[in-house]
C-alpha cells in the first residue's frame, strides 16, 4: 500500500534552516508527481512545491520562493525540501502527498485530488 513518511520538522530561530524528507513505498517515485503542502492553525492548507515526475521541473508558492527548494532522489524514493531564511510565516505542519498522477508540478500543488495520499505531517516551528 502506499506510505509516506516525512521527518525533519522541529524548532528552529528565524534565518535558520532545515531539510524535510519524504520517503516513500508501495509505488515507484520516479513515475508520478509529488510535492510539500503545509497548514498553519487557522489557515487553508497551501501547496509549498511541488516537482514532476517527467522532466524534474518544479512549483513553488511565491511565499517560498528563492528560499525553499524541492529535490527528488529516486533511487531511494524519497523526496526532500530544503528549507533556508525561514521565517515565523513558515511555521505549519507540513505535509507530503501525491495523488499517482504524471502531471506539471503546478497541477498538483493548486489541485491534488482529494483521493491522494498524505504523510502524517512534520510541524516546522520557527521562533525565537
Known amino acids: 500500500q502506499v506510505q509516506l513518511v516525512e521527518s525533519g520538522g522541529g524548532l528552529v530561530q528565524p534565518g535558520g534552516s532545515l531539510r524535510l524528507s519524504c520517503a516513500a513505498s508501495g509505488f515507484t517515485l520516479d513515475y508520478y508527481a509529488i510535492g510539500w503542502f503545509r497548514q498553519a492553525p487557522g489557515k487553508e492548507r497551501e501547496g509549498v512545491s511541488c516537482i514532476s515526475s517527467s522532466d524534474g521541473s518544479t512549483y513553488y508558492a511565491d511565499s517560498v520562493k528563492g528560499r525553499f527548494t524541492i529535490s527528488r532522489d529516486n533511487a531511494k524514493n524519497t523526496v526532500y525540501l530544503q528549507m533556508n531564511s525561514l521565517k515565523p510565516e513558515d511555521t505549519a505542519v507540513y505535509y507530503c502527498?501525491?495523488?499517482?498522477?504524471?502531471?506539471?508540478?503546478?497541477?498538483?500543488?493548486?489541485?491534488?485530488?482529494?483521493?491522494?495520499?498524505w504523510g502524517q505531517g512534520t510541524q516546522v516551528t520557527v521562533s525565537s
Open positions: 502527498a501525491t495523488d499517482l498522477r504524471e502531471l506539471p508540478p503546478y497541477g498538483l500543488c493548486a489541485g491534488i485530488r482529494p483521493a491522494g495520499y
